[in-house]
């Protein structure tokens, strides 16, 4: 059975930080693309963070760029969302997507809250 399970979210003050975690199961975890996409209120999912099955490679929105850092452990089948000055147009719930050749996968999503 294929779970991915985000935790780690919460309310935060602005200019605080946070670490999400998606742990991942019933899949190859290291042959994944793994993303993290946001949905904040009345918005459109949007994508925040991608980094590669190997790690190698990471990309980001602008929006977050310099402020978020995306991370993997492939012994732990975990990826993570390091997020860092945080601001209230973070706001959002945060989803994990895991991509391969022939699946997609995507996780419940955990609420973060920035506000004072």
């Known amino acids: 059975q294929v779970q991915l399970v985000e935790s780690g979210g919460g309310l935060v003050q602005p200019g605080g930080s946070l670490r999400l975690s998606c742990g991942a199961s019933g899949f190859r975890f290291s042959s994944y693309t793994m993303s993290w996409y946001r949905q904040g209120p009345g918005k459109e999912r949007e994508l925040v963070a991608v980094?590669?099955?190997?790690?190698?490679?990471?990309n980001y929105a602008d929006s977050v760029k310099g402020r978020f850092t995306v991370s993997r452990d492939n012994a732990k089948n975990t990826v993570y969302l390091q997020m860092n000055s945080l601001k209230p147009e973070d706001t959002a719930v945060y989803y994990c997507r895991a991509r391969g050749q022939w699946s997609d996968y995507w996780g419940q999503g955990t609420q973060v809250t920035v506000s004072s």
């Open positions: 980094i590669t099955s190997a790690g190698g490679s990471t």
